[in-house]
């Protein structure tokens, strides 16, 4: 049966008129998706019980469901959600000065086995569909936020947003607009290793949400170490996507530079990544490697990252240090695993 969550207000239109009911249903059913976020076709109390029964007969909701929950110390929440064939994904929920941020996912697992993160050594399984990615939104919303939306939502969970656009595009139409989930595209960060051609197509499909692009390294050789995919798409040529990328006024790339003692913390490091995003609108977050089982890195010493740091500040990039949140329940950068189904991973 196709789900309903995840079409559009033109689709639903067609279907609704389809089963013989006036389309002005339709904007019905949509906001019972997507503003109510229901969990039952029943719950759309000003739709005709004919309607319930008729969209019931072909169609169910889709979506996701909160499997479990943990809360770390810091208040971070990893979220276990499960899909409707058994498979689970993770999403984080932080809070910080009363402003929620939702790290959602695109993928169940990742294909792209970067070396400093759990979620590429599980391996793929799937693709997300757009209703998953929406129901993620949705879901927390109605059952941790008490109706809320999250202030601040970002694609930085598991898989590699932009390998699955035909899917991740469609979502964040629905989860920006005013219509539907009505986030800003202000607060919406969809974040890449680095997939050339992928941040082209975002660029050309003029969505106007953020971009954050996972650097990690200054050189080809030790980035293709960390992000194998570099071997694809060099440094040179994802510098250059990154500054044809259409960012509008006060808008900026992020780059996440994840900090591996030994490997990528060094002052010659700092200068080059200085030399990289030079004339980029760009902020810097540098992110000291968060400990995971069976991955070897380390996190540099404090006064080694506060070197790299003002190495960047120096030369005026507006950089922050984020120590990840949610470390003692694996819900930090690259943490993510998706343990359940029997698919545990390391
Ligand atoms: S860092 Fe991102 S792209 Fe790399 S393996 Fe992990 S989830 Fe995939």
Known sequence: MEELRGKTLAELDAIVQRLGFPGYRAKQVFHWLYKHGVRHIDEMSNVPMGLHQALAAHYRLGGVEIAETQTAHDGTRKILFRLDDGCCIEGVLMTEKGRTTLCASSQVGCPLACSFCL?????????????????????????????????????????????????????LRLLTSPQAVGISTRRVTVSTVGIVPGIHALGDARMGVNLAVSLSATTDEVRTRLIPINAQYPIAALMAACREFPLTRRRRITFEYVLLAGVNDSTDDARRLVKLVHGIPCKINLIPYNPCPSIQYTAPAADVIEEFRSILVAK???????????????????????????????
């Open 119 to 171: 979620t590429g050594m599980r391996g793929f399984q799937r693709n997300l569909r757009t209703a998953e990615i929406v129901d993620q939104v949705i879901i927390v919303q109605r059952e941790l936020l008490a109706g809320q939306r999250p202030h601040n939502l970002v694609f930085m969970g598991m898989g590699e947003p932009l390998l699955n656009l035909e899917m991740v595009i469609p979502a």
């Open 316 to 346: 005026h990039f507006t950089v922050a240090v984020r120590y990840s949140k949610g470390r003692e329940i694996q819900a930090a950068c690259g943490q993510l695993a998706g343990h359940c189904c029997g698919q545990r991973s390391g």
